[in-house]
């Protein structure tokens, strides 16, 4: 009888330390708003799926263009003597090509970053039936379609180019001595004759064109069409020498791309280089702010080397400079995740890779941009997760050290949190990214059919007016 007292004596006091444990752990469990998960896209997606034609162009320009850069001799020019990843990837695909229907994508730490042409094109070519449950499908019958995807790899080969061209012909519109130029232009010759384009003037078709350089020939052409890109950094130097007069002009709404617009186009995440880091393996972390990259750049990236200046002696802070061969990307791996922060200042454009290497590292990103697109806005409020810093404050002496240093630990836990929680989001080999770029472009659908109602009315020999201010 004491026997069975003791024993429930002791199951009341192992339940009740159970139920102590779990209410502190509530109780000091940061308050976030976890991200809904896309893995079921019929939970988020409500809608059909999106109706995907895809454009009719010979494998050479997709598929074919991988198998063109492992046969190409030598390395990479711009990786120096030790191309480690060019020479695993080539090594690989030379060994395996007989087992493969699709190439892989290169490990080339220059090219890699841009892969999101090579996951869209194998997700449509995965997923043909309507009931399926993606969030778009490839379509035969050009009629069924809402968009035309053209599976051109336009930043592969614009990378090819600037790797393994001639020098300084890449700008050139040499169809013998640019590669990537000739391609541009096969495409456009046969994208622009077909049937699909005559009957919408391109408005609904979709380019992916992430690397900031690619389809740098034929931007203009391509204007209409809903383009996918990582940002409009690529395009401010033509904005810039452009000149608009009139106070509608002088409105901070009006949207300054004479090519690209957040109204048609999508925002694209980089594919970032550095494996994601679960939170389950974090560590305490020993750094407050770090920074891997090239000390100067160009264009808006000049914060660089200024704020380089102002940074380099504090404690706390770990600058490096930066390189792309392998024992570079470690060391970027280790100084990510033992980062509390992690800088992400202009480079030539205003993002990089750095940023989704940042979230893929659960270090806190430091966003220094007066302007910046960023992937997924309105499904996603960066505003949990990273911290936005204007460029005046970032240069102004103490001031962005101070302001990180004041950050609570209950407040970076709650950031890290939810960085784990959109996590998914950029990724494409097996993460949600591939569906939230083609729920963007579902988003785009009603303009573009507002678009091509207002074109049948248009009359062919109308007065044309100059047009001084894009407002749209």
């Known amino acids: 009888m004491k026997r069975s007292h003791f024993l429930l004596h002791l199951l009341f006091i192992l339940l009740a330390f159970s139920s102590f444990s779990v209410l502190i752990n509530l109780i000091s469990k940061p308050k976030t708003r976890p991200y809904p998960s896309l893995k079921n896209p019929n939970s988020r997606f409500l809608h059909p799926p999106l109706k995907v034609y895809v454009a009719d162009l010979p494998r050479s320009f997709n598929y074919g263009l991988l198998s063109d850069l492992y046969s190409l001799s030598g390395h990479d020019n711009r990786l120096g003597t030790n191309p480690d990843a060019d020479r695993f990837s080539s090594f690989f695909y030379r060994l395996f090509k007989t087992y493969l229907s699709v190439p892989p994508y290169p490990e080339n730490p220059l090219i890699k970053p841009h892969a999101a042409e090579y996951w869209l094109l194998k997700h449509l070519e995965m997923n043909k039936n309507p009931a399926g449950g993606a969030t778009a499908v490839r379509v035969r019958n050009l009629e069924e379609a809402d968009v035309v995807f053209v599976p051109f790899f336009a930043s592969l080969s614009a990378e090819m180019e600037l790797g393994w061209g001639s020098k300084g012909k890449f700008r050139k519109k040499n169809a013998e001595k640019n590669g990537d130029y000739r391609r541009q232009r096969e495409v456009l010759d046969r994208i622009k004759t077909s049937a699909a384009w005559r009957r919408s003037g391109g408005r609904d078709h979709v380019f992916l064109m992430s690397d900031p350089v690619a389809m740098w020939h034929v931007r203009s052409e391509i204007a209409p069409a809903i383009l996918l890109v990582e940002d409009f950094g690529g395009w401010y130097q033509a904005d810039m020498k452009a000149t608009v007069s009139g106070d509608a002009c002088n409105s901070t709404y009006i949207i300054q791309h004479t090519e690209a617009s957040l109204l048609k186009d999508v925002i694209v995440p980089y594919n970032h280089l550095i494996p994601r880091f679960h939170i389950s393996q974090n560590q305490p972390r020993h750094t407050l702010l770090y920074f891997k990259g090239a000390k100067h750049r160009h264009r808006g990236g000049s914060i660089r080397e200024k704020l380089w200046k102002l940074l380099e002696n504090e404690p706390g ?77 970032a240069l102004t002496p103490n001031w962005l050290i101070e302001h990180l240093r004041g950050f609570s630990e209950e407040k970076k836990e709650r950031f890290r949190v939810n960085l784990a929680g959109v996590q998914s989001y950029f990724e494409y080999e097996g993460g949600d990214a591939v569906s939230q770029i083609w729920e963007m472009v579902y988003q785009k659908l009603p303009m573009i059919r507002q678009g091509l109602v207002a074109d049948r009315r248009k009359l062919d020999d109308r007065e044309l007016k100059p047009v001084t201010c894009l407002c749209t």
């Open 317 to 393: 802070v770990k600058l490096e400079k930066g390189s792309l061969n392998a024992t570079g990307l470690e060391e970027a791996k280790r100084g990510m995740q033992d980062a509390e922060f992690c800088l992400h200042p202009a480079g030539d454009t205003p993002t990089s890779c750095r940023l989704f290497d940042a979230i893929a590292s659960l270090c806190i990103p430091v966003i220094v941009s007066d302007q910046i697109e960023l992937p997924f806005e309105g499904v996603l409020d960066y505003t949990e997760f990273a911290v936005f810093v204007s460029v005046k404050n």
